[in-house]
C-alpha cells in the first residue's frame, strides 16, 4: 500500500533486457538513506508502479527491480534510459501518516501529457483523459499520476488537468516533463468501485440508457 506522497527522485542505473525479452531488470540509485531497513521483496513505487525489490545494497543506495512485460507494455517504466529520473515510494507502514490518498500500485495505464500551463505561483498539467478512464477522473476527485497522489482540477470531454504547486515540483519530477511526455496514472480504487456499483445497478432495473 501506498499514500501517493513522493519521497523523491531516483535514478535509472542500468536497463537489462533478458535474451527472450519477457522482462527488464532495472538498476536504481537512490538517495542516501532512502532504503533504510529495505528488505528482499519489498515493494517500492517506481513512477506509481508497485515493484518488487530482488537486490539492494544500502551502502551505495542502489536497488534492483524485475519488470514484466505486460508492466513495461502498460507504463512508461518501458520507456526509461539509464539517467532518467523517476519518482518513488517506499510502501507504507503501519501508524504512518496517510497524507494523501491510499494507492495499490497498480496502473491502469500511460497517458499523454498535452499541455503545460505555468503561472508566477504554481504549474497546471493537462493530459488527454482516455475515453475508458473518463468515468473515474471527476472534478476535485483523486487520480496518482507517476505516484503522485493528486486533486483533479477541471475535467473537458477528453482532458484533465491538474494543479501542482513549488513543493510538488521540487520532489518529484513533474517539473522537467514536457508535452508528449508518458505519465503513469493509477485511478482511485473508491471511485471506481462507486462508480461500477452504480453502473450495475442501473442496469439490473433498465434504468439505463
Same mark, same amino acid.
Given at each position: 500500500?501506498?499514500?501517493?506522497?513522493?519521497?523523491?527522485?531516483?535514478?535509472?542505473?542500468?536497463?537489462?533486457?533478458?535474451?527472450?525479452?519477457?522482462?527488464?531488470?532495472?538498476?536504481? /540509485?537512490? @538517495?542516501?538513506? =532512502?532504503?533504510?531497513? *529495505?528488505?528482499?521483496?519489498?515493494?517500492?513505487? &517506481? %513512477? #506509481?508502479?508497485? $515493484? !518488487?525489490?530482488?537486490?539492494?545494497?544500502?551502502?551505495?543506495?542502489?536497488?534492483?527491480?524485475?519488470?514484466?512485460?505486460?508492466?513495461?507494455?502498460?507504463?512508461?517504466?518501458?520507456?526509461?534510459?539509464?539517467?532518467?529520473?523517476?519518482?518513488?515510494?517506499?510502501?507504507?507502514?503501519?501508524?504512518?501518516?496517510?497524507?494523501?490518498?491510499?494507492?495499490?500500485?497498480?496502473?491502469?495505464?500511460?497517458?499523454?501529457?498535452?499541455?503545460?500551463?505555468?503561472?508566477?505561483?504554481?504549474?497546471?498539467?493537462?493530459? /488527454?483523459? @482516455?475515453?475508458? =478512464?473518463?468515468?473515474? *477522473?471527476?472534478?476535485?476527485?483523486?487520480?496518482? &499520476? %507517476? #505516484?503522485?497522489? $493528486? !486533486?483533479?482540477?477541471?475535467?473537458?470531454?477528453?482532458?484533465?488537468?491538474?494543479?501542482?504547486?513549488?513543493?510538488?515540483?521540487?520532489?518529484?519530477?513533474?517539473?522537467?516533463?514536457?508535452?508528449?511526455?508518458?505519465?503513469?496514472?493509477?485511478?482511485?480504487?473508491?471511485?471506481?468501485?462507486?462508480?461500477?456499483?452504480?453502473?450495475?445497478?442501473?442496469?439490473?432495473?433498465?434504468?439505463?440508457?
Amino acid at each position: 500500500m501506498f499514500t501517493g506522497i513522493v519521497q523523491g527522485q531516483a535514478t535509472i542505473l542500468s536497463v537489462t533486457d533478458t535474451p527472450d525479452q519477457s522482462f527488464r531488470s532495472l538498476a536504481v /540509485k537512490f @538517495p542516501d538513506n =532512502a532504503l533504510d531497513r *529495505v528488505t528482499k521483496g519489498a515493494s517500492i513505487a &517506481l %513512477n #506509481g508502479t508497485c $515493484l !518488487t525489490v530482488t537486490k539492494f545494497d544500502t551502502q551505495t543506495s542502489h536497488a534492483s527491480f524485475d519488470v514484466i512485460l505486460e508492466t513495461l507494455n502498460k507504463t512508461n517504466l518501458g520507456e526509461l534510459k539509464v539517467g532518467d529520473n523517476l519518482n518513488f515510494e517506499r510502501a507504507a507502514r503501519y501508524g504512518d501518516e496517510i497524507g494523501g490518498h491510499i494507492m495499490s500500485g497498480h496502473v491502469f495505464g500511460a497517458i499523454e501529457l498535452i499541455d503545460v500551463l505555468k503561472t508566477p505561483s504554481n504549474v497546471t498539467l493537462v493530459f /488527454k483523459l @482516455p475515453r475508458e =478512464a473518463k468515468a473515474y *477522473v471527476l472534478t476535485k476527485g483523486f487520480v496518482g &499520476l %507517476n #505516484g503522485c497522489s $493528486l !486533486t483533479v482540477g477541471e475535467v473537458d470531454d477528453d482532458r484533465f488537468n491538474v494543479h501542482l504547486i513549488p513543493e510538488t515540483l521540487d520532489v518529484t519530477t513533474f517539473g522537467m516533463l514536457s508535452n508528449g511526455a508518458k505519465v503513469n496514472l493509477e485511478l482511485d480504487a473508491s471511485t471506481q468501485a462507486i462508480v461500477d456499483t452504480v453502473q450495475r445497478v442501473l442496469e439490473n432495473r433498465n434504468i439505463n440508457n
